[in-house]
């Protein structure tokens, strides 16, 4: 692994939060680089640290000690604003629950991190927006609204929308956790086509499953980083997806 | 984010909850109209109350002659003779803070008419004493300065004294009474004004023109008083003074010497308007002052719901990047209030 060539670096995180009068460690020394062009699972159980970890890496949160370097920029001393943009333009999340605006278009959905670029024209938004939700296979479905949609078809327009500022990385949380098995794996079918062409993708889960499927695999436990797997050969997720029943025949 | 994005999706989330939108700017419509109609209606009353309270009279300022001591018997105010005719037309002529001015001289006695009779109250005045006291023509007109001039024989009646010299209800007008042995003519009936607030009968008045009674009933050449208006009821005081001064040089009176007028203002009936007035405005305060209140309150709390049910909608928009200007900016489309609720949300 070429090291020179990471997008995330992170060194000595730890994250305190004061409880009470307690202090609870919830990363207690995570090290780790993760370069251009994988796909990272990190699992762990619950109270493992692992949405700590995504806050921080999501620049969502900062840390306690320890430095963050996302694609370049260290994070740990930036402003808040100097996060948002950062979020913005780097940074694509796809989350559990999908987050989509209710009562609002595909497309719509879709255009809105572009909203929050001023560099970005109302006319090239719209186009790739379209692109991307041609990527997750919506085309079709971009006039039709979030709650008009199937749980897939809603993680697929999250993906797009995550697609859309051309981000240096994916951030997934649970992705998969609120669809079935068959959609799960369409979907993951989505992320291992994303990874073929060469995105940063990091997908949180407690699903010990879907380890296989991803590029490298960081297991967590009680804050610090207890196995760290490079997976040489992913499973084909688009295989698995083919074997599963389909009920709609 | 520019400030078209931010009306659009501000418009679009209007039009994504219409019915709330519809209800909130109903209250708010409602809110605004009821302070308005209320202040309105509370203007409305004051005035209609100022009004009758003018209708009293309270700009009414009344000259009589001052009593006096010869030399060392003080005389009734009454046998006084220090108004005349020139005083009079020198504050008709000189003043600037009075609108009205007329002389007065009564005398009571009976009138007759046929086979009616009935005391009452003859007053010599001139036309600007309708104005004065706000007593009206109902009927017939006012006589005019020529029969001031010729001291016409000529006279309005009081309801009153028309109910009781012509109880047959017939029209009095053009016909002739007598007040003791003078006929008069009838020109005119009063305005009914009824009872005073000393229950005293404002229609118990019959008026004729002042050189009339002075010339052709009492046969004196002074005046008993002098009835004047203040432009308002605000400058009554400076119209006190201008008077004062007036009477006082053409009197030739020395700078140490008292007044041989007497000068009587509506003081009281005044300072009962003001606290009226007062009274009223400290009432519409309060309670435009609670409606508001109220009506605050109830879009605070619209305000307040709408951010709380956002804090997803918020969170993710932080998620994809928005700052917390680009959050507050957005609400602030909606409305102000909802700032305060948007930063913690944004903070925490």
Known sequence: MDNTDYIIKVEHLRRDFQVGGETVHALRDVSFTISRGEFVTIMGTSGSGKSTLLNILG?????TKGEYVLDGSSVRTMSKNDRARLRNRKIGFVFQNYNLLPKTTAIENVELPLLYNPAVNAKERRQRAIEALEAVGLKDRMEHKSNQMSGGQQQRVAIARALVNDPVIILADEATGNLDTRTSYSILVLFQDLYAKGRTIIFVTHNPDLAAY?????VLRDGRVVSDVINPSPASAREMYASLPNDED | MNIGNLLKIALKALNNNKLRCFLTMLGIIIGVASVITMLAIGQGSKNSIKAQISEMGSNMIMIHPGNMQRGSVRQSADDMQTLKIPDYEALRDETSYISAVSPMVNSSGQFINGNNNYPSSLYGITPDYMEIRKVS????????EADIKS???????GKTVVDNLFPDGSNPIGRVVRFNKIPLTVVGVLESKGTNSMGMDQDDVVLAPYTTVMKRVLAVDYLQSIFCSALSEEMTDQATDEITSILRSRHKLKDDADDDFDI????ELSEMMNSTSDMMTVLLACIAGISLLVGGIGIMNIMYVSVTERTREIGLRMSIGARGIDIRNRDRQHTPAAQAAVSRTCDS
Request: proline fraction near 3%; hydrophobic fraction near 40%.
């Open chain 1, 59 to 63: 620049c969502l949160d900062t840390p």
């Open chain 2, 137 to 144: 023509v109902a009927d017939g007109e006012m006589f005019d």
């Open chain 2, 151 to 157: 001291a016409a024989k000529v006279c309005l009646l």
């Open chain 2, 264 to 267: 009587r203002s509506q003081q």
């Open chain 1, 214 to 218: 991803s590029s490298r695999n960081i």
